[in-house]
Nanobody, 122 residues
Framework: QLQASGGGLVQAGGSLRLSCTAS????????VGWFRQAPGKVREFVAAISGSATVYADSVKGRFTISRDNVENTVYLQMDALKHEDTAIYFC???????????????????WGQGTLVTVSS
């Protein structure tokens, strides 16, 4: 299972770093994505990493950075210049060890964490 952490309350313009860890699974062999879901809205793609390749949603490009630490078996999402509209529950997800292609669709991710709440006050 995956576990997301690091959410919290931050003022607009501030920063947070989310972490995604896994129990019983090596994240370095996985495509790992971050998704978010705001109240009343559909789950949307934020960013994903496969090896050293990264993909970002246009809404976060230039503000968010996804990275991985294979020693710590952790994938991070550094979020800078946060906006009120970034408020959501953030989930990390994995596609499975045999898959290397990044997908922006949450339906293509097999393993999910429980989510961590990010609240950005305006």
């Amino acid at each position: 299972q995956l576990q997301a952490s690091g959410g919290g309350l931050v003022q607009a313009g501030g920063s947070l770093r989310l972490s995604c860890t896994a129990s019983g699974r090596t994240l370095s062999h996985n495509v790992v994505g971050w998704f978010r879901q705001a109240p009343g809205k559909v789950r949307e793609f934020v960013a994903a990493i496969s090896g050293s390749a990264t993909v970002y949603a246009d809404s976060v490009k230039g503000r968010f950075t996804i990275s991985r630490d294979n020693v710590e078996n952790t994938v991070y999402l550094q979020m800078d210049a946060l906006k009120h509209e970034d408020t959501a529950i953030y989930f990390c997800a994995g596609r499975g060890s045999a898959v290397t292609v990044i997908s922006r669709s949450h339906t293509q991710y097999r393993y999910w964490g429980q989510g961590t709440l990010v609240t950005v006050s305006s």
